[in-house]
């Protein structure tokens, strides 16, 4: 009890230790590995064309729809009511994979998935509003855990489940609707910010604008989002809020925007961030693809209705690799400015080798082998793509940054889900939507490896010049000592 009472009045450690938990339960989706199987199989009855080209492209359009609204939204309601709404919509998809026959339902199962995906965003922009800003490297390194946590256990789970005790698909969809469920009656012990980032009043919006440019991530915050023991507000902060406009006025709304207008200025500032955040959205659009249209690649290859498939424990050693190749960033000893984009592009390569060998194989052991290479490297340069853009961001740009990427990812991805995958356009077979991915990052690789070996020739140019620089003034100074 007295440990419970100590965490309940840290200033982080009790949102933090709670937000983990929803992230754990929220990312252990134990049927997700073996959604095509099930889809395909003989519950829900669906064929895999339909599957391909009908259903999946409308979860494709719907995330497109909800993300840059449910982004103002999660600001505007202070997080805590989206992260609610997120587990709440979580339950009602695992609901109808359980319980809902037809078509119809699963088409409303898409739309319903895009709104937990477009509020993924409140779950990291959630703990910079209720903790110290010393804290935030601490944090988010545990919730990222948490939910890579999760998830390689939810995948581990199912992969038990299926190949060792036999479990049907649909059991293994229950079980995950009563774990998604815990997530959701987490959220409700979630404590409730007393602030946002952008709808802050016209107060916090001048001390914002007079502390831009001051520092990289975080270091120029204008104001603590202090909690006081019952969860609420510093005194400081409820005066300040008692002279500020309505939460909902027209001058509050009209500060928002200038402060969303500042912060996306700042956000594409320099060129060096155009640029990796111009990977960002080209790569992440094409590995959405692949993510979303994996498991029909291996049920085309291996049937799962007349073989054992190995979906849940492929993932779970992507998601192991992955965090490994994630955690090594950190202690790798490279000037990531200079030699960066050359890391995309070499990186982008192996991706697109990755790709092609899925789309060729007639091996489902070369395909899974294919798939943890792709998702790995993936996770490797997101990993050195996300320090890179928030290392010179405040929280705020940060925030917007990654929104305004997803975005543009999204955008990308929904144009070729359109012209590939959509059944009213070309409505191609998976092994040619594949070769056209693997193609597609086969141009990102080039495109980054000549502006990387660019970068790097300017770079090293410029080091000379300067090493040139210096030794002409040392022997200034010698032959003037001489003198």
Not at 48 to 54: D, F, M, P, Q, T
């Amino acid at each position: 009890m007295g440990c419970w009472a100590k965490l309940k009045s840290s200033s982080w450690a009790c949102p933090t230790a709670v937000l983990s938990l929803y992230g754990f339960f929220a990312n252990c989706r134990v049927a997700e590995p073996f959604l095509t199987p099930y889809l395909i199989g003989p519950h829900k009855n669906i064929s895999e064309e339909v599957v391909i080209n009908y259903l999946f492209p409308i979860w494709t359009y719907s995330y497109l729809a909800f993300l840059f609204p449910v982004f103002l939204l999660t600001d505007f309601l202070r997080y805590k009511p989206v992260i609610m709404v997120q587990g709440l919509f979580l339950v009602t998809n695992y609901v109808l994979l359980c319980f809902a026959p037809g078509l119809p339902a699963m088409v409303f199962l898409q739309v319903n998935y895009a709104v937990v995906t477009s509020t993924e965003v409140a779950y990291f922009s959630y703990i910079y509003s209720v903790i110290p800003v010393e804290n935030y490297r601490r944090a988010t390194g545990y919730l990222r855990s948490a939910s890579l946590a999760g998830y390689t256990f939810g995948a581990s789970l199912s992969q038990v489940l299926v190949s060792l005790a036999g479990m049907d698909y649909f059991y293994i969809n229950a079980i995950t609707l009563g774990i998604v469920s815990m997530a959701f009656l987490v959220s409700l012990w979630l404590p409730m910010p007393q602030r946002s980032m952008f709808f802050k009043g016209e107060k916090a919006a001048a001390v914002h604008s007079q502390s831009q440019h001051v520092g990289p991530q975080g270091a120029h915050r204008p104001e603590e989002p202090v909690m006081d023991k019952d969860g609420g507000a510093s005194v400081k902060e409820k005066m300040e809020h008692n002279g500020s406009p309505g939460w909902c006025s027209r001058e509050n709304v009209a500060n928002a925007g200038h402060l969303l207008w500042q912060s996306f200025r700042e956000s594409y500032s320099s060129r060096h961030l155009i640029y990796w955040s111009l990977w960002w959205a080209l790569a992440t659009a094409g590995y959405m693809q692949v993510f979303n249209y994996i498991q029909p690649m291996w049920d085309h290859i291996e049937p799962s209705a007349t073989s054992s498939i190995y979906n849940g424990g492929v993932e779970a050693v992507c998601s192991l690799v992955g965090a490994a190749a994630a955690f090594s960033v950190g202690h790798i000893k490279v000037t990531w400015a200079v030699w960066g984009e050359l890391a995309l592009g070499l990186f982008s390569a192996v991706g697109a080798g990755a790709v092609f060998l899925m789309a060729l194989t007639s091996s489902i052991w070369a395909c899974y082998a294919g798939y943890v290479i792709f998702k790995s490297c993936y996770m490797l340069l997101i990993t050195i793509t996300t320090f890179q853009i928030a290392s010179h961001l405040s929280m705020e740009c940060y925030a917007l940054t990654f929104g305004i990427n997803t975005f543009v990812a999204l955008s990308l991805q929904t144009i070729i889900t359109a012209v590939v995958v959509d059944e009213t356009a070309l409505g191609l077979d998976v092994v040619t939507q594949f070769i056209i991915y693997g193609s597609y990052y086969a141009a990102i690789s080039v495109l980054f490896l000549i502006r990387g070996t660019y970068t790097a020739c300017v770079n090293h140019h410029s080091l000379g010049q300067t090493e040139a620089e210096e030794q002409g003034s040392n022997v200034e100074v010698i032959s003037a000592e001489r003198f």
